[in-house]
């Protein structure tokens, strides 16, 4: 009898009622091509590239941010913020709730205790910056912030803000409008590895080894996989 699981097999009787001939039963052609090879190699690369997706998408939903990962590129927010830290950035449901107060500090001067948010906004000359609330006040009925990096060596004075869509004297302070979140972790070192995973020489290797597995997953073997899936019927004598 050949070697073919009996579940799966139908017999030949002969005349005198031996078996002659063990012929393997039909597999449905859904279950001849999910148990490929290269098949499976595809479910899995669909489920991962999902589960990633959903999980960015749901980080992005639950911090309110389209941009909820960022890196520290500048020693301005030292020693809180180290350069090469990765932020997590969550945005405001009602920019009023900015909680803004001085810097109180340990005896050694290396640790903040207590403090406003640590915000995210956008500076005219800059781009993006970090730095903390520090205070804030209202003026004609609209409400200001102030803003200063914590390395009181580097920033020994707050932040001077300007109007972002028009040259002219700078704003009395930071507008609430100009916040894009604040920060709510942090990850030491992973920063460099999202800035070097951004630029574009990286992106690019990225892509390319990528489709260099694919064309050898799928191309050169895809015909012998398939070859070699295929059952071979034997003949037993009785």
Same mark, same amino acid.
């Given at each position: ?12 009787? $002969? ?9 393997? %039963? ?64 969550? $945005?405001? %449901? ?5 909680? %803004? ?21 956008? *500076? ?8 903390? %609330?520090? $205070? ?24 001077? *803000? ?28 992973? $920063? ?47």
């Amino acid at each position: 009898m050949c070697n073919v699981n009996k579940l799966f097999e139908k017999s030949i009787i $002969g005349m005198d009622g031996l078996p002659v001939a063990t012929i393997p %039963a039909k597999k449905s052609k859904l279950r001849e091509v999910l148990n490929k090879e290269y098949v499976k190699t595809v479910i899995l690369i669909v489920i991962l590239v999902g589960g990633v997706a959903g999980f960015w998408l749901g980080i992005r939903v639950v911090l309110r941010m389209d941009e909820p990962l960022m890196s520290v590129v500048s020693e301005s927010m030292e020693p809180t913020l180290m350069v090469g830290d990765l932020i997590v950035v969550q $945005g405001y %449901a009602d920019p009023s709730t900015i909680y %803004a107060a001085p810097p109180i500090w340990d005896e050694t001067h290396t640790h903040v205790l207590s403090g406003g948010d640590i915000l995210v906004f956008w *500076h005219r000359d800059i781009g993006r910056l970090v730095h903390r %609330a520090v $205070g804030n006040f209202t003026l004609y009925g609209k409400r200001y912030l102030i803003t200063q990096g914590d390395n009181w060596r580097t920033n020994s004075s707050p932040d001077t *803000h300007y109007n972002l869509t028009s040259p002219g004297r700078p704003l009395p302070g930071l507008p609430e409008e100009y916040v894009i979140g604040k920060v709510v972790a942090n990850v030491p070192y992973l $920063g460099d590895v999202l800035l070097f995973l951004q630029t574009p020489l990286i992106r690019m290797i990225i892509i390319v080894v990528i489709v260099a597995l694919l064309i050898v997953e799928f191309v050169p073997f895809s015909k012998k996989k398939d070859e070699e899936q295929v059952p071979k019927q034997e003949q037993v004598k009785a």
